[in-house]
């Protein structure tokens, strides 16, 4: 699930992109708002994590902005600026949520997690089909039960295709779900992916299957239907 996540901070901008990698998420990471802007313009984002104090502007102008579209992204602020009126101001304006620095990482990943779960937004906390259930909070995937040890890539496109089970998933839709701007990408990046996620699927007996439609894309479809 792509995050774009908006900090000037390098330090800290590393560190919550570390976070959100463990917890299953593909961050892109910008420190400004005109890069912000042509992020939004360039790529299909879930969330959106962001500054207010940016060096070319306010973090405030970027949730304006969204709001204004017919289908915003979530946005959850994260500022030092801790004023009940800069708390109000921040969610008068669009914002879903406003964190305060410092913060427990836990905290932000719980609470962008609850943003995602809001009517009409992408995120359930579990999902399965057949015999497999896929924990997305925990990061844990299932067989009949029984924990499945996998790589987390594979995992975050067996979310991708299960979010979506039953439905063809395009090859570009894949790569922008599943990459961000700095990963090497290469073309027969999700090709090679689907196999080792089918692999994968076919030894720890998972009654699922991930059918190849050449030319249109992938579908994750319960074996036994």
Avoid: W
């Avoid at 905290?107 to 896929?134: D, H, K, M, Q």
């Avoid at 063809?168 to 689907?194: A, I």
Wanted: glycine share 8%.
């Amino acid at each position: 699930m792509r995050i774009l996540l908006v900090e000037d901070n390098d330090r800290l901008a590393e560190f919550i992109s570390a976070g959100l990698k463990s917890a299953g998420f593909v961050p892109d990471v910008f420190g400004t708002v005109a890069d912000a802007t042509a992020a939004f313009e360039s790529a299909a984002y879930q969330a959106a994590i962001l500054d207010l104090g940016l060096p070319d502007g306010d973090g405030l102008d970027i949730v304006r902005a969204q709001r204004a579209k017919a289908a915003p992204c979530p946005i959850m602020v994260l500022t030092a600026r801790d004023r009940v009126s800069d708390r109000v101001s921040g969610l008068n304006a669009g914002a879903d949520d406003y964190l305060l620095k410092p913060f427990a990482m836990e905290e932000l990943i719980a609470r962008l997690r609850a943003i995602l779960r809001r009517p009409g937004a992408a995120l359930s906390v579990e999902l399965s089909l057949g015999n497999l259930t896929f924990d997305t909070a925990g990061r844990e995937v299932r067989v009949d039960g029984q924990l499945v040890a996998m790589p987390r890539r594979e995992m975050e496109m067996l979310e991708h295709l299960l979010r979506r089970s039953g439905k063809v998933v395009s090859k570009r839709s894949l790569e922008e779900g599943l990459y961000g701007f700095d990963d090497d990408v290469t073309p027969n990046s999700v090709e090679v992916l689907v196999s080792r996620l089918r692999k994968r699927l076919q030894q720890t007996g998972a009654g699922v299957t991930v059918h190849t439609l050449r030319g249109i894309g992938y579908m994750l479809a319960d074996g036994a239907s």
